[in-house]
C-alpha cells in the first residue's frame, strides 16, 4: 500500500526554520514527509503562490489537497507528530492546542524575520514575484 506523502514548503536559508523542519518527525501511521525548500521552484509552490499564502509569513503543511498555514501547521504537525525525543515530545505538548499555536506563532515569526534580517537573507516574495509575472 501507498503511503500519503505529506508535504512541509518552509524556507530553508532560514536557520530556525531549518532546524526546526529537520528535527520534527511524524507518526509512521500518517505517511511520509517530504520537506520542500520555498526558494525551489516547484509544483506546491505554485499551489501556496495561487492561494494568495505568503510564504514569507508562514510554513505550509501539505496533506492530501489540504493546506495548513502557519499556525495551523505548527498545530497540524504537533497533532501528527511522533512523540519520540525530547524535541518531538516538547513540540506536541505546546502546539496541541490551536489556541496555543495563533498565539505562540506570530512570536516565532517575529523572530524568524529578525534573524533573517540579521543575517542579511533575502524575503522569498512569492506573491510579489507572481503579481510582477501578471505585467
Known sequence: MLREEILLVYDRECPACNAYCQIVRIKQCVGDLRIVDARENSEVMNEITAQGLDIDQGMVLKMGEQLYY????????????????????????????KTISK????LLKLCRNLLLKILRKTKINNLKNKANEKF
Open 70 to 97: 502557519g499556525a495551523d501547521a505548527i498545530h497540524m504537525l504537533a497533532l501528527i507528530g511522533s512523540r519520540s525525543g525530547i524535541f518531538n515530545r516538547f513540540n506536541h505538548w505546546m502546539f496541541k492546542s
Open 103 to 106: 498565539i505562540i506563532y506570530p
